[in-house]
Each structure stands twice: as structure tokens, then as C-alpha cells.
């Protein structure tokens, strides 16, 4: 069935274009692609909004639990990092999605990881 929507494409109107165009040159400076980006932004939101409601669940509140929750996955993990992005984000980041950014060698967003979660 992953084949069904290889190839689609998007509606976009023309006032909308200026911004795709800067966003194609950000991938491009980032060494990813405009499909790439697009598909961890609705991995992402697919990830928050699965359960149905987007808001926080009051049980997250509630739980005495050490888990805390990645900023990028939103997996609940017991070990954390605080990491300092290129764009001033500071962000709970698991070891999964850390080395993903990592991977990316020059193009890396991580500025400097400060150490694990307390």
C-alpha cells in the first residue's frame, strides 16, 4: 500500500510559493529534502495527534513515573538529554533522535548536548 502514494503531490497557491521557495533553500543548506521534511513534520504530528485529542492528557499530570517525554518522538524514556539546538532550542532529546541528528554530520542541528535530564 506505500506505493499507492508514491508521487503525489500538493496544492499550493501562489502566495505560498515564496515561502516553499525559501523553505527548498533551508533544505538544501540543511542537506535534506523538501519530501524528507515533510515527512518527519507529519511522522511528528501524526505521533501527537494519533490518540485523537491534541491536547495533553490529564494522566501525564497525574503519573509518578520518571519517565520524560523526547521533544522530537514524544516517546516517553527514563533517559533524556538537554541539548542546546543551532536555533536556540533547548530540548529534551532521546538517544535515538540525537544520533539521527548527529548522523547528519555537517548539517547536524545539535549545537552542544549539556548532559542528561534530571
Do not use: W
Amino acid at each position: 500500500m506505500i506505493g499507492k502514494y508514491r508521487g503525489k503531490i500538493f496544492y499550493v497557491d501562489e502566495t505560498f510559493i515564496p515561502i516553499l521557495k525559501n523553505f527548498d533553500e533551508i533544505c538544501t543548506r540543511e542537506g535534506s529534502s523538501r519530501s524528507e521534511k515533510i515527512r518527519e513534520f507529519i511522522e511528528r504530528y501524526v505521533i501527537v495527534h494519533v490518540e485523537g485529542n491534541p491536547q495533553m492528557l490529564l494522566l501525564k499530570f497525574m503519573e509518578e513515573t520518571k519517565l520524560k517525554e523526547c521533544f522530537f518522538c514524544r516517546d516517553r524514556k527514563e533517559k533524556l538529554f538537554k541539548v542546546v539546538y543551532k536555533s536556540g532550542l533547548v530540548a529534551p532529546t532521546c538517544e535515538v533522535c540525537l544520533n539521527k541528528n548527529r548522523a547528519k554530520g555537517a548539517f547536524s542541528t545539535v549545537r552542544r548536548v549539556l548532559g542528561l535530564m534530571k
